[in-house]
């Protein structure tokens, strides 16, 4: 696509349940990377994938959140169980790592996905 | 482990007027440094990198520096306006992926 679509824009859930996260990132961009932001403070870093890679998972906060990765399409953002302190906007972001040049990683963001945990 | 620091978490300056922000880092060398701006309710966008053997790279009224000795790049907007108002946020590439806290600028009419 045009650009980065993340689903839900907006999601409302009870404290416990679990959530996906969608995100279908730029055709041909081989990498895709998950942050978290919270009201009012910076980017926190959850995962990023590149190719077939295993994915970094360095930043996820506990073992409540995991993601997938369909090939270089879609991944998926699952919070299981979820707290109110997962309250947050979720933004997914795609690069081709390949050029521009290599290793610039420049990344081009989705809108992201507001999380809101009762 | 990287660390970025961004010195500022928030700016005001009166328009017309050159906004400097600061981004300072530790424990890497980049090859890249970037800079992205955010817009409330938006993600980033990129707006400019800048390699480690560039001193200075300009677009349009955006200057960045990247200094490698001082591990430090600046970022400039000269003749500033109300809608340069945002947050701006420096990242080191390759890297780990992590972006700094951002600086919050907002500039008064």
């Known amino acids: 696509g045009a650009g980065v679509s993340q689903s839900p824009s907006n999601k409302v859930t009870e404290k416990g349940k679990d959530v996906e996260l969608r995100c279908d990132p730029i055709?041909?961009?081989?990498?895709l990377y998950w942050y978290r932001q919270r009201l009012g403070q910076g980017l926190e870093f959850l995962i990023y994938?590149?190719?077939?890679?295993?994915?970094?998972k360095s930043g996820l906060p506990s073992d409540r959140f995991s993601a997938e990765r369909t090939g270089e399409s879609v991944s998926t953002l699952t919070i299981q169980r979820t707290q109110q302190e997962d309250s947050a906007v979720y933004l997914c972001?795609?690069?081709?790592?390949?050029?521009?040049?290599?290793?610039?990683?420049?990344?081009?963001f989705g809108a992201g996905s507001r999380l809101t945990v009762l | 482990s990287q660390k970025i620091e961004q010195n500022s978490e928030a700016l005001n300056i009166q328009e017309g007027k050159t906004a400097t922000l600061t981004c300072n880092y530790t424990?890497?060398?980049?090859?890249?440094l970037q800079w992205y701006r955010q817009d409330p309710g938006r993600g980033p966008v990129f707006l400019l990198l800048?390699?480690?053997?560039?001193k200075e790279k300009r677009k349009e009224r955006l200057k960045v520096t990247f200094d490698t000795t001082l591990k430090q790049s600046l970022f400039h907007i000269t003749a500033s306006q109300p809608a340069d108002s945002a947050t701006y946020l420096c990242a080191l590439r390759p890297g780990d992926m992590r972006f700094g806290a951002g600086t919050r600028l907002t500039v008064k009419p």
């Open positions: 424990n890497y060398s980049p090859a890249y």
């Open positions: 994938f590149q190719g077939n890679s295993a994915p970094d």
């Open positions: 800048i390699r480690e053997n560039e």
């Open positions: 055709s041909g961009h081989t990498a």
């Open positions: 972001a795609s690069s081709f790592s390949g050029t521009f040049p290599s290793g610039a990683n420049v990344l081009t």
